[in-house]
């Protein structure tokens, strides 16, 4: 009996650790699919013309095929600030949020130097600050970023808390088409002014591969200062639990007898 439970505890503590080594790749080759696919949208040249509507879309099907390849492994997070929510939202451990943290900046890096593999140089321009590489808009000053970036990373993490809620656990069906709308319609309407990044490790990576940190700060203090604020809140505010009411043995039996039987 002893030998049996000392079997049971190491085939648990393995499970575990495949689980959370499970949960990185998921996060890592998630980031990195995000990063390869929704740059790579952002291509535009004469000859390779793109549009805004097409750049926005082409992300929220990005986040769609991520969160649908590796949503059941990790959560598919795919973003710093979302990891801080899910942390502050009791989703995720400490040691967990570090290690999701992590593989979310490998994968972004990995995800777009592929880019610099494969795609033609003449393609990787992107503008002058390089393809993919999140700066404010000429005319919108720093402050203004910031709080665009705050608002609309507000937006996500109150979608990702409306998802995690527990009032809303039998409606995780559509999750994937939910998030890639969720940023497709923030891309559209942010897009222009900052880029609309929401996500520290999507703007890190293509600043380090083009070695430009131009107003960098502003993609990682905005997305997880905001979403650190955003996620206590709605966890104060509007989380509720869901209670489970009794059910007696009359309304079983009312409930049976509500059965059509064929």
């Not at 890190?204 to 997880?224: G, K, M």
């Amino acid at each position: 009996m002893s030998h049996e439970i000392r079997c049971c505890k190491v085939f648990k503590m393995k499970g575990s650790t495949l689980d959370k080594i499970s949960a990185f790749l998921g996060e890592l080759i998630g980031t990195g699919i995000l990063v390869f696919l929704g740059c790579m949208g952002c291509v535009s040249t004469e000859a390779f013309h793109n549009s805004h509507l097409q750049i926005v879309l082409n992300f929220g099907f990005a986040v769609l095929v991520a969160i649908q390849c590796f949503g059941c492994v990790s959560g598919a997070h795919l973003n710093p600030a979302v990891t801080v929510a899910a942390y502050i939202y009791d989703m995720v451990s400490l040691s967990m949020a570090f290690a999701y943290f992590a593989a979310q900046m490998l994968g972004a890096f990995i995800g777009y130097g592929l880019l610099m593999v494969l795609l033609p140089k003449d393609t990787l321009v992107g503008g002058g600050h390089g393809l993919c590489v999140t700066v404010p808009h000429p005319s919108v000053l720093p402050g203004q970023a910031f709080g665009i970036e705050f608002v609309i990373t507000s937006i996500l993490i109150i979608v990702c808390c409306g998802v995690w809620d527990p009032r809303n656990s039998k409606f995780h069906d559509s999750v994937g088409i939910r998030f890639g709308l969720a940023i497709a319609c923030l891309a559209c309407a942010a897009g222009p002014f900052t880029g609309a990044s929401m996500n520290p490790a999507r703007s890190f990576a293509p600043a380090l591969w083009n070695t430009n940190f131009q107003s960098n700060w502003i993609y990682w203090l905005a997305p997880l200062s905001a979403s650190a604020i955003t996620a206590y809140a709605y966890k104060v505010v509007f989380r509720r639990e869901v209670v489970e009411a009794e059910i007696t043995s009359n309304e079983k039996l009312r409930h049976l007898e509500d059965v059509q039987l064929s």
